[in-house]
C-alpha cells in the first residue's frame, strides 16, 4: 500500500469519527474515543510532516543544484 493510500485511508477514517463524534445527538465522547481519534490525528500530521520534509528537501536540492550552474 503506498503511503498516498494510506494517509487517504487515514485521512477518511479520521474524517469518519470526527463526524460521528459531532452528530452522535446529545452525548459526549468518552476518554477513550477522543484518545483513538487523536492518536490517529498524530498519525496523519506525522505522516503529512515526514512528506513534507521529503519536498523541502527535493526543493532544496533542486535550487542548489540551479544555483551551482
Do not use: N, P
Amino acid at each position: 500500500m503506498s503511503s498516498d493510500t494510506f494517509l487517504r485511508m487515514q485521512t477518511e477514517h479520521v474524517r469518519q469519527r470526527l463526524h460521528d463524534a459531532l452528530h452522535r445527538g446529545g452525548t459526549k465522547a468518552t476518554e477513550a474515543e477522543l484518545v483513538e481519534i487523536t492518536a490517529v490525528v498524530l498519525a496523519v500530521v506525522a505522516e503529512v510532516t515526514a512528506e513534507l520534509a521529503a519536498v523541502i528537501g527535493e526543493l532544496a536540492a533542486r535550487v542548489e543544484a540551479l544555483e551551482a550552474k
